[in-house]
């Protein structure tokens, strides 16, 4: 199981020949590649690049690669070979968090697309900041008066409008592997800002 020290990402195994399913790993003689920077998270996980992932498809996917990159694999290797898989397990299993959380695999199309992060650009839809600080006097009133009932309808809204929200991410979020312009960045950014700001309002009812 050697190790190969080309950076760039060989179509085929440079030990074997067989055709690399993932950038990362020949399946055939368990040859390790190190991970290019240019690797995206779906590069390395043999996925294709798009908002919608099956779930059931990413986990086999992580299970196939992880298995045969992990660290306790290569206990008996030499050190270059177990640094070596020490950073391609971390890379997995990064990769792994990042696409099976939609909000997190939308942040990372738009970001990988070439739009701002949430640092870069903290804007929210105009119409939300008034809903939000409407709705937080409504539930400091309701909380007040010890109202139950009126706490969960406000929990209720929110969650709708934390649904419509995730729905124009995933569209937005779609749109950008398929033609990734600057006006529909900045609508994803503005969307997903909102849908922090929506899940911190969720978490303190």
Same mark, same amino acid.
């Given at each position: ?71 306790d ?5 030499p050190? $270059?070979?177990?640094?070596?898989? /020490? ?22 199309? #738009? ?17 939300l /900041?008034? $809903?939000?600080?409407?709705?937080r ?38 749109g ?21 700001? /929506?899940?911190?309002l969720?978490? $303190? #009812?």
């Amino acid at each position: 199981m050697p190790v190969t020290e080309t950076i760039a990402r060989p179509a085929k195994c440079q030990r074997c020949d067989r055709t690399l399913r993932v950038p990362i790993l020949c399946d055939g003689c368990h040859t390790l590649y190190p991970a290019a920077q240019a690797v995206d998270h779906f590069s390395l996980l043999g996925l294709p690049r798009r908002f919608d992932l099956d779930p059931q498809q990413l986990h086999q996917a992580y299970i196939a690669i992880s298995r045969n990159i992990h660290p306790d694999y290569f206990g008996g290797q030499p050190p $270059e070979m177990q640094r070596l898989a /020490l950073r391609l397990s971390a890379a997995v299993n990064e990769a792994r968090a990042v696409l099976s959380d939609p909000l997190l695999r939308a942040e990372y199309l #738009l970001e990988t697309a070439g739009g701002k992060s949430a640092a870069e650009d903290k804007r929210v839809p105009p119409e939300l /900041l008034g $809903e939000v600080m409407m709705l937080r006097e409504e539930l400091e009133e309701t909380r007040r008066c010890g109202d139950a009932g009126a706490v969960e309808t406000i929990r209720a809204q929110v969650r709708r409008r934390a649904e419509a929200t995730m729905s124009r991410v995933a569209g937005l979020a779609r749109g950008v592997t398929e033609d990734p312009g600057e006006g529909l960045l900045d609508e994803l950014r503005l969307e997903l800002n909102a849908m922090k700001y /929506l899940n911190n309002l969720l978490s $303190e #009812l």
